[in-house]
């Protein structure tokens, strides 16, 4: 994930122009380097079982690659490296691919279904309120160090949790509000928690709460990120930061989760996980065969690859989608009529073509379609730029001379905030601002780098905030819109909070994606979040890489992947 | 070769050192941005810290203290050697720097044995020859090498003899067959800049007085070309060399993310990116120190190349 690029014209420019603009500084070290830090919301890729054959355009569809065979090193390019090799302190995508391959975790989610399914857990419940979450394990699980994958070793692992530092925000989300873990026998435990914590569940099935050997949990945050044992279907055999990160098949392993397509060992001997920054080298190696596949596949990259016979599949991320959100404490954000003119004013279609890669889908409320408790709505959620006008008339808003709209004398000019975190941010709010321009709003864009976006929140310092944010469960909604919470987009209070409070405890399936399916619905109906495209990034496969198997977060798993010739 | 004149020098090298500190330091902590907000995003999605946890950060880090403090703790470690330790990965800056090192070191070597034996050819045969139009087009060589964006020939080169011909690896191997590309695409700027500064010098000397002495005295030649005046008009080139060594360690950062390799050019891209204040001002200081160690040892081998430069500790 590979943020921060300069602008660009298109899509297509923006790999050499990043090389350019670290040319173009001063030939002298720091002030040559504006570079891609390893990004926050870089948040990419990949591709069900589902989309992949609704996608299989390669020229190897299903059946024609034969019968998977054992054996093989899968070499796999990704764009950047995040300095750290514990799935429990990663987030960028680019380091989760090669992690999530060496820890196993209680559950596993279903990316078709969005249904939580047995992993190392057999089963589980909770009381009523969902502080107390019970989990039977399977017998026979062993971490690579030899060391059994008990009730011990999972108390071991969530009690270390709330001690991880700053790379640790992901698991210590997951077990907000953690009271302990009681063991009741090798197999059974008990996760209690201070608040109801219905979210916490999907989050066992995450690589962030995957399962490491009590030895490895109990080192210091350093430590673990040299390198972590974990029961995986992979070990980690080598980790070079910014470099190479090798797993090993794990011999032995016959605790798969039950969505892996068969039981025991996974068919790849060995993986490599490649840090290859520039786009141009990862996708040229890719057609020359040096590599068997690619994170990270840029429009421009699209017509060559598959020429190439790379099969090129993708999946839209869970979680919010890439939008607009208004801060409420400001004049603009807080008028309706500006939010609803900003939402109806925006040809996602026109976008979506236009920009990004060719499987990318328009949003269609609040959260992504891939992910649980999806609500859609397109009727509130579309292009109209009739209600748009409307709107801004029946408000007060008359077009100017200049053909920007006014209001008693101000202008509405809407300073949108944004970052570049992935190639197409730019080139798409370029288009937006061009398409509100149309209805008289005139868009201005800030940019600022990835680092200062959570200054910017923290201190309220925007009207507008362009962004994503992934995570495959409806809970991702209260973490940015309950006024309850860090609220940075200071909405104010509202029947929206009871709808996101009353999920998060909800212990009922149906009960749950109610009140997901109102919040849904509260946040396009008042348009307070904008939704716009659905993230979707792009693998690309070569032809002897088969059946590389995306979990439900849009990351793959490696178990079933194999390769021919 | 005098003792005053050493320290003198010596006296200088320091300032630059400090000079190349402050002034990173300045402008690092002045960024906009939040180095611990940073650090906390963790590249991920999700939950964020709350303000009372980042606050806690960074009094962790020193980051709380007023910047003039900050300054004065930080410049005094760094001189007993202490040059703390990442934001992002909690190594130590020392450390990082030494294992990205080697792997820069090899290919900046071999990037400037192209430079230095490609550019000295160059300018030979451009003032050997005696025609007129070769002259011309040799010289002119130079001048199109340094317009080359870096970037741009290490892309046509992977292009060319990794994807079209397959005849050296992209990515991966570190064998030495990796090492050629991306010392030809370190070496062309760098030797091109060798051969215009040569040349020159070359055709200057080889009018000089004592070459014609040489040929009337029967000299052949090609030593004359390559005994006599060579070697005297060598000094200017060496000149540059400072200045090549730091267009090498520049030329890394290009080098290393259009190659894959690991080394000081990736490690600077990436720290920069997050902001990992520690890590880049180490690497500043090791640039200014680079620099400055390779002109002192350009200027105390003048007078071992030519007897008629003495040094002394009179510095005009």
Redesign the interface.
């Known amino acids: ?1 590979s943020p ?1 690029r300069p602008a660009a014209a298109g899509a297509s420019a923006n790999r ?1 122009s990043r ?2 603009r ?2 173009t500084g001063r ?4 002030g ?12 990419l890729l990949a591709a069900t079982a589902l989309t992949l054959t609704a996608c299989g355009s390669g020229p190897e569809a299903a059946g024609a690659a034969g019968e998977p065979q054992p054996g093989g090193t899968l ?1 796999f ?1 990704v764009s950047s ?4 090799a514990d799935p429990q ?4 995508n680019d ?1 989760i691919y090669s992690l999530r391959q060496v820890v196993d975790s209680l559950t596993d989610q279903d990316p078709e279904t969005g249904e939580i399914v047995p992993w190392l857990a057999t089963e589980w419940s909770s009381n009523d309120d969902a502080t107390a979450w019970t989990f039977t394990l399977r017998e026979g699980a062993t971490f690579s160090d030899g060391t059994p994958v008990d009730a011990a070793a999972v108390k071991a692992n969530f009690d270390r949790v709330p001690d991880i ?6 698991p ?2 997951y077990l ?1 509000g953690y009271a302990g873990t009681d063991v009741t026998s090798p197999t059974e435990f008990t996760v209690r928690f201070e608040q109801p914590n219905v979210q916490f569940l999907q989050g066992t099935s995450t690589h962030s709460l995957g399962l490491l050997s009590p030895a490895s949990a109990a080192g210091t ?2 430590e673990r ?1 040299a390198g972590v044992i974990g029961s995986g279907p992979f070990t980690l055999e080598s980790y ?5 990160t090798v797993l090993a098949k794990r011999t032995g392993y016959d605790w798969g989760s039950s969505l892996f397509t068969r039981p025991g060992e996974a068919y790849l001997d060995r993986a ?1 996980f ?5 786009s ?2 990862r996708s ?2 890719l ?2 065969g ?2 068997d596949a690619i994170a990270s596949v840029g429009q421009q990259d699209e017509a060559p690859l598959t020429a190439a016979g790379v099969e090129l599949v993708a999946r839209p991320n869970p ?1 919010i989608p890439f939008g607009i959100t208004f801060n409420h404490e400001t004049p603009l954000g807080a008028d309706p009529a500006v939010r609803e003119a900003v939402s109806r004013g925006i040809d996602r279609d026109e976008l979506v073509t236009t920009v990004y890669p060719s499987q990318t889908v328009k949003a269609t409320s609040s959260l992504s379609s891939t992910t649980p408790g999806y609500a859609d709505q397109s009727a509130l959620v579309d292009y109209d730029p009739a209600a748009a006008t409307a709107a801004l008339d029946a408000a007060g808003w008359v077009p100017g001379p200049d053909g920007i709209r006014a209001k008693d004398g101000r202008p509405l000019t809407l300073p949108l905030t944004f970052a570049q975190n992935i190639a197409t941010a730019k080139p798409s709010l370029e288009l937006i601002q061009q398409q509100l321009r149309r209805i008289g709003i005139d868009l201005q864009l800030r940019e ?8 910017v ?2 201190d309220g310092d925007f009207v507008a905030l362009w962004g994503n ?3 495959a469960d409806p809970d ?1 909604l209260r ?1 940015q819109y309950w006024t309850g919470g ?1 609220n940075y987009y200071r909405f104010p209070p509202s029947p929206l909070d009871d709808a996101l409070a009353g999920q998060a405890a909800a212990t009922d399936e149906a009960q749950r994606a109610e009140l997901a399916g109102t919040a849904q619905r509260l946040l396009a109906e008042g348009n307070h979040n904008v939704p716009v495209v659905e993230l979707t990034t792009v693998l690309g496969v070569g032809p002897t890489a088969h059946d590389v198997a995306f979990d439900a977060s849009s990351r793959i798993q490696l178990h079933d992947t194999w390769k021919s010739g | 070769m005098t003792v005053p004149y050493l320290l003198r020098r010596l006296g200088l090298a320091v300032v630059v050192l400090w000079a190349a500190w402050t002034v ?1 330091f300045v ?2 902590y002045l960024l ?20 009372a946890e980042l606050d806690e ?1 960074r009094a962790r880090y020193g980051l709380d203290q007023p910047l003039i403090v900050q300054y004065v703790t930080k410049l005094l470690a760094a001189v007993q050697g202490d040059l703390g330790t990442s934001f ?4 130590g800056v020392r450390s990082a720097i030494a ?1 990205a090192l080697p792997p820069t070191l090899q290919m900046a070597g071999a990037g400037l044995l192209v430079a230095i034996v490609g550019g000295t050819a160059l300018a030979v045969a451009a003032t050997w020859t005696r025609r007129p139009w070769l002259r011309q087009v040799l010289a002119g060589l130079p001048s199109l090498a340094v317009s080359l ?4 020939v290490g ?1 046509m080169l ?2 060319l003899f ?2 079209r011909l ?1 005849w050296l ?4 191997d570190r064998g030495f067959a990796a090492l050629v590309l991306p010392a030809i695409t370190l070496g062309l700027p760098t030797g091109a800049l060798i051969a215009q500064v040569l040349a020159k010098s070359l055709s200057q000397t080889l009018e000089a007085s004592f070459v014609t002495t040489a040929r009337a005295k029967g000299v052949g030649p090609a030593a004359v070309h390559l005994r006599h005046a060579l070697g005297n008009a060598v000094i200017p080139a060496l000149t540059v060399l400072g200045y090549v060594v ?2 090498v ?3 890394s ?2 080098v290393e ?4 390799r ?1 080394g000081l050019g ?5 720290s ?4 990992d204040i520690p890590v ?1 001002q180490g ?2 200081l090791f ?1 200014a120190l680079a620099f400055v160690v390779v002109n002192l040892i350009v200027d105390l081998a003048y007078p071992l190349l030519d007897p008629r430069v003495a040094v002394t500790g009179v510095v005009r």
């Open positions: 994930m921060a050499p090389l350019r670290l040319l030939p002298q070290l720091p040559a380097l504006r570079g891609l830090p390893a990004g926050r919301g870089a948040v070499v390019a490296d995040q300095g750290c302190q990663v987030g960028s380091s530092g700053a790379r640790g925000t992901l210590k989300g907000a945050d350093e990120c070079v930061k910014d470099d190479i490599e490649r840090v290859v920054p520039e141009g080298v040229g190696s057609q020359s040096e590599i979680g600022v780098q990835i680092s200062e976006t959570p200054v929140q923290q944010l992934t995570r991702i973490s860090n | 990173s402008v690092l906009p941005g939040d180095p611990v907000a940073t650090m906390a995003a963790g590249g991920g999605d999700g939950e964020q810290l709350s303000p950060l992002a990965t909690g190594q294992e964006p870096v970037f741009w892309l992977v292009q990794s994807f397959g690896p992209s990515v991966g730091g267009n360690l520049a030329g950062v290009v993310t259009v190659f894959t690991p990736r490690l600077t891209v990436a920069v990116g997050v902001q880049v690497v500043v640039a």
